[in-house]
């Protein structure tokens, strides 16, 4: 499988996830044990790889992160201000 990257990113909304869990106080792990308890199953590395570009995040991992971080996907993807 080809991974294509959008300029050195593997995603777009890795850095919007970053924000919007430190604006709720949230560390890695702990937004890893939220998404865990909704069925996710992905440890504090996944969160961090995420937020940094280097992890692809699937299309039912962005909806969920936009749950649990209470903002929308749009948001997210940069769409919203």
């Known amino acids: 499988m080809r991974l294509y990257k959008f300029g050195d990113r593997c995603n777009i909304a890795g850095q919007r996830i970053k924000e919007a869990r430190k604006r709720q106080k949230l560390s890695q792990g702990m937004l890893a044990a939220r998404l865990q308890v909704?069925?996710?199953?992905?440890?504090?590395?996944?969160?961090?790889?995420?937020?940094?570009?280097?992890?692809?995040?699937?299309?039912?991992?962005?909806?969920?992160l936009a749950e649990v971080l209470d903002v929308s996907v749009n948001w997210l993807l940069g769409l919203e201000n």
């Open 38 to 64: 909704r069925g996710l199953s992905v440890e504090q590395m996944s969160i961090s790889r995420m937020e940094t570009g280097q992890r692809v995040i699937a299309d039912f991992e962005l909806l969920l």
